[in-house]
């Protein structure tokens, strides 16, 4: 982030620095990682001022839409943002994947699933090629199709062994399947990155607002042996 801040130093107009600086914000919040009060605001601050700056930018629209998600929990705004996002370039990966993210929390799990699996098609090579493979293993898993969930998020976690989120959702297939040594691998690997994490701290932390699909989460992560 700090090239980024240079780079709105250097040029404060350009939109393209601020939606960057908010998408790493996503992934402090994704990642657990060590934060302070502020870097939530920091996030939507910045995916705003982007937003003002390029409204009509289809990555702009993207990245704000992730803010707004999965930093400000405002899934209907993100929602809009996405439909924005797609109707300037529908044949973003990235942005198709976000689609499946935001409609997954939102409990649209078959829509999801086709999402993600659009993004795999229209970008084979991309370089985060796992996030769209964690999106499917994701939307299987709230569809209790554990098994395939599974093998989908292996191959995300191949590629990125240290994305945090990526450990939660194995932690709840492996868990919902009794495969328990599996689960307890992923909650230690969680709990090494934030030692504090439990249950109640996610209840808080997490976008996903579909009753149904937050109950199913959270109930996998106990069964796992993250603590209440």
């Known amino acids: 982030m700090y090239l980024l801040q240079q780079a709105i130093n250097l040029d404060p107009g350009y939109a393209y620095s601020h939606a960057l600086i908010a998408w790493c914000y996503i992934w ?3 990642n657990a990682w060590k934060r302070d009060e502020d870097q939530d605001i920091h996030g939507i601050e910045h995916a705003d001022r ?3 700056l390029a409204p009509d930018d289809p990555e702009v629209l993207c990245i704000a839409a992730g803010v707004r998600a999965y930093i400000a929990r405002d899934l209907a705004t993100a929602s809009d943002l996405m439909q924005r996002s797609l109707a300037v370039n529908p044949n973003s990966a990235l942005a ?3 689609h499946g993210w935001i409609r997954t929390w ?3 799990h078959t829509v999801a699933l086709d999402s993600f699996m659009r993004a795999k098609r229209l970008s084979p090579l991309d370089p985060v090629t796992w996030f769209f493979d964690a999106g499917v293993g994701n939307a299987l898993m709230n569809l209790k199709r554990y098994r395939e969930a599974l093998d989908a998020l292996a191959r995300a976690m191949r590629a990125n062994p240290e994305w945090t989120a990526g450990h939660r959702q194995v932690a709840v297939c492996a868990a919902y399947l009794a495969q328990f040594d599996v689960a307890r691998e992923a909650i230690d690997r969680i709990l090494m990155g934030d030692t504090a994490m439990s249950v109640s701290r996610w209840r808080r932390l997490c ?3 579909h009753p149904e699909t937050l109950e199913h989460f959270l109930q996998g992560l106990a069964l796992a042996g993250l603590p209440e």
């Open 96 to 98: 198709l994947a976000m």
């Open 50 to 52: 982007a937003l003002m």
């Open 106 to 108: 939102l409990g649209d």
């Open 28 to 30: 402090h919040r994704a």
């Open 207 to 209: 976008p996903i607002q």
